[in-house]
């Protein structure tokens, strides 16, 4: 009897060793937007790779539209391991490093190409180690694109912001830009952005088409002006402690998947955004304003005297190579 209990034993010790060995490691994904935006795709597509190519070993679970955790808490439930990936826009690390704040400039790069280089340069992927002292790891850099202004009047000059309540990102820059042409502007979760939209709270915005389509809103913004006047990218940020602690082989094989998912990403981004564009316009729901070249350079004088306020903070250095990246 003492033999038959102690070989059950012995068999439910090594069932649950086996079963504690093929336990698949779980990688949390949360973000904040759609899944048909280029962050969206992106996490999907991770999720895909890693199934495809670790099956069994590593489980990757999507979580998009602030289901699991908004702007507000996402990077704290990183740091607590509640979550394992994250993709916030580089407009919302200010409490964490000042030098992220580069990409938030107004008029800083001439186009995307441009933004490409920079972040693939060495002072670019040196910023992805700038939150390493706080716990935090840059993987990458995803594209979503330019920036468009939106509002309940057309906004065609600057002096067309004035007074105006726009919605900003959790960023001291952007804030500063919109006081630089007299708008009065508000920080929100990018969650409550269309019903604050939508009630009058605020009355104008700033994003990606992307984000301006899937969030539906075009549908609570009577004109879009196509300025182009800033970035909205991100970063895909992990827990230093979590992303080390892995199995190097597992860990090796996810760093191929996510530079490969980051091709896929910032190739596609633009493609996106045009459809999206596209859609609005189809739509009929917004009105799309183009600005002429006189327009665009008044908008750009308006804005652009904020980068001297926070030059010391990002660094001169970091503000140099971000310019030496517009040259082809
Ligand atoms: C916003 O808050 O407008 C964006 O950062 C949302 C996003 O992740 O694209």
Do not use: C
Request: charged share 25%; aromatic share 10%; glycine share 6%.
């Amino acid at each position: 009897m003492r033999f038959l209990t102690a070989a059950l034993a012995a068999a439910v010790l090594s069932f649950s060793a086996s079963a504690y060995a093929q336990k698949p490691i779980v990688i949390k994904f949360s973000h904040v937007v759609a899944d048909s935006t280029p962050k969206g795709q992106g996490a999907l597509m991770f999720q895909k790779l890693v199934h495809e190519r670790l099956d069994g070993k590593v489980k990757v679970e999507v979580y998009p539209n602030s289901q699991l955790f908004g702007d507000a808490r996402e990077m704290e439930a990183l740091m607590l391991g509640d979550v394992h990936l994250i993709a916030p826009s580089l407009a919302k690390f200010d409490k964490f490093t000042k030098k992220l704040q580069v990409f938030d400039l107004p008029f800083l790069f001439d186009d995307m190409e441009a933004v490409d280089r920079f972040q693939n340069s060495e002072a670019g992927r040196a910023l992805l180690r700038s939150m390493e002292s706080k716990g935090y790891l840059g993987l990458a850099y995803w594209h979503n694109g330019l920036k468009q202004l939106s509002a309940n009047k057309p906004l065609r000059v600057p002096e067309d912001a004035k007074g105006v309540k726009f919605r900003v990102q959790n960023s001291d820059v952007l804030v500063d830009q919109f006081r630089a042409v007299g708008g009065n502007p508000q920080k929100l979760a990018f969650s409550e952005v269309y019903q604050a939209l939508q009630t009058g709270t605020v009355d104008g915005a700033e994003n990606p088409w992307s984000n301006i389509y899937s969030q539906k809103f075009h549908e609570v913004q009577k004109y879009i002006t196509e300025s182009n006047h800033g970035l909205l990218d991100y970063m895909v940020l992990t827990n230093a402690d979590f992303w080390n602690g892995l199995p190097g082989d597992i860990r090796t094989e996810l760093e191929k998947i996510m530079a490969e998912v980051t091709v896929f990403v910032n190739q596609m981004a633009d493609d996106i955004n045009m459809e999206h564009r596209q859609k609005i316009i189809d739509s009929g729901r917004s009105e799309i304003l183009q600005l002429t070249d006189e327009q665009r350079e008044a908008w750009r004088k308006a804005m652009q005297p904020v980068w001297q306020k926070y030059e010391k903070e990002i660094g001169a250095d970091v503000i140099k190579a971000a310019l030496e990246a517009n040259k082809k």
